[in-house]
Nanobody, 119 residues
Framework: QVQLIESGGGLVQAGGSLRLSCAASARAFSTYVMAWFRQAPGKGREFVASVTMTGGTTDYANSVKGRFTITRDNAKNTVDLRMNSLKPEDTAVYFC????????????WGQGTQVTVSS
């Protein structure tokens, strides 16, 4: 059984910063790709960022590139998303997700943490 728990969401003014964290209970955490997704009110779920098992390769949605940074700490079984220069359009529920490195499917999801950016 794999469980993911997000934390760090909250209310922030436009231009501000937040750091989200995800703690995973997975065995051999470093063998998984970790990612963040988000879902805005009335919108579908969208990809935000991912990081490979060693942390050497990252991927970002164009909408957040240059503003968000994803990192992982395999010793702590955590992945963080540092968000800078936040915009109102970043408002969403943010989900941590996990997949095996050989898979294209994210099968494990956290419950989400709310990020609200006010203008």
């Amino acid at each position: 059984q794999v469980q993911l728990i997000e934390s760090g969401g909250g209310l922030v003014q436009a231009g501000g910063s937040l750091r989200l964290s995800c703690a995973a209970s997975a065995r051999a955490f470093s063998t998984y790709v970790m990612a963040w997704f988000r879902q805005a009110p009335g919108k579908g779920r969208e990809f935000v960022a991912s990081v490979t098992m060693t942390g050497g390769t990252t991927d970002y949605a164009n909408s957040v590139k240059g503003r968000f940074t994803i990192t992982r700490d395999n010793a702590k079984n955590t992945v963080d998303l540092r968000m800078n220069s936040l915009k109102p359009e970043d408002t969403a529920v943010y989900f941590c997700a996990l997949r095996a490195t050989w898979s294209s499917q994210y099968d494990y999801w956290g419950q989400g943490t709310q990020v609200t950016v006010s203008s």
